[in-house]
Each structure stands twice: as structure tokens, then as C-alpha cells.
């Protein structure tokens, strides 16, 4: 039986998450004007509020570009994980693992067009319960990236402990 090409599922999720990203981030952008609105951002509910951020580094400011130079090395580092991932997804054959890199490849590549086209990544989605942040803000590219990375270590763990067991058996 020959294995199932599950590299359309791939494509798709990244161009899905990618158009995603950049059509919210247009939005907040410019109809939204959220970049004028500085620190009073965007209530939409309790928890959560649209607020215009800059980030000029990598996760969790991590790697913080100041320089024009430090920018396209960040851009050529990013640029060489989206390949890494690419390459994976274009190889791997569970399907499920597929659609996680494909989100993952997808986020990148969002991020990756901001910091070529502006020199950093818009950031606006501020998760928050009262003065307490469980995260930075982010934006969806980032929860893609870090969903899919989720889904790729869950599953990892589960079907290693799965194997584990089946060996065990025997």
C-alpha cells in the first residue's frame, strides 16, 4: 500500500495561516488604526484587548534586532527555520504532523514578511487577567508557531510512550 501525500494539507494550512495573518494585521493596522491608539488599544473583552506593538526581536524579546544589520540576520536566521520546516513537512507522512508544520511554516513566514517589509513584527493580541499576562503580546502567526510546535511535541510524547508500551510487551 503506498504511503498518502498529505503535502497538500501542508500547503494549505501554511497559505491559510499566512493570509490570516497578514489580513489581521492589515486590519489593525489600518482600519483599525490601532498604532495611534498606543496603550489604550482595543477592548474587545475583560480578558482580551487589541494593543499595537513593535517587536523588533524573537520571542519573548529574545534576540532584539537594533540594528539594520541584526534585522536581516534575524530575517536570514528565520529564513533558514522556515526552510528547516519546510523541508520536514515536505517529507513527513503522518498526517496530523503535516498540518501542525504547516502551521508552524505558515506563522514564520507571517512574521517573516513583517520584519522584511516594516524592519519588525506587528504584535496585538494582549491576553490578560487583571495586571497579570500569561504572555507577551503576540499575534496569530505566533499562536500558530506555538500551537503547531504543541501538537508536534504532544504528539512525540504520546506516540513514543505508545511505542514503549508495545515494546514492553514483547
Do not use: C
Not at 32 to 38: C, H, N
Not at 140 to 161: N, S, Y
Amino acid at each position: 500500500m503506498a504511503a498518502v501525500n498529505h503535502r497538500p494539507l501542508g500547503l494549505t494550512v501554511a497559505i491559510v495561516t499566512l493570509a490570516l495573518d497578514q489580513l489581521i494585521k492589515y486590519t489593525v493596522t489600518y482600519p483599525l488604526a490601532l498604532k495611534s491608539r498606543m496603550d489604550e488599544g482595543i477592548e474587545l473583552l475583560p480578558i482580551f484587548r487589541l494593543r499595537w506593538l513593535e517587536n523588533r526581536g524573537v520571542s519573548m524579546g529574545f534576540l532584539h534586532a537594533s540594528t539594520d544589520m541584526m534585522r536581516w540576520l534575524l530575517v536570514g536566521m528565520t529564513i533558514l527555520i522556515a526552510t528547516f520546516v519546510g523541508v520536514w513537512m515536505w517529507r513527513e507522512k503522518a498526517r496530523q504532523d503535516v498540518a501542525a508544520l504547516g502551521l508552524v511554516l505558515g506563522g514564520a513566514i507571517g512574521n517573516i514578511v513583517d520584519r522584511v517589509r516594516l524592519g519588525y513584527v506587528i504584535d496585538y493580541a494582549d491576553l490578560h487577567f487583571g495586571e497579570w499576562r500569561p504572555f507577551l503580546i503576540f499575534n496569530l502567526a505566533d499562536a500558530a508557531i506555538t500551537i503547531g510546535v504543541l501538537i508536534l511535541l504532544a504528539r512525540a510524547l504520546l506516540l513514543r510512550e505508545k511505542g514503549a508500551k508495545t515494546e514492553s510487551l514483547n
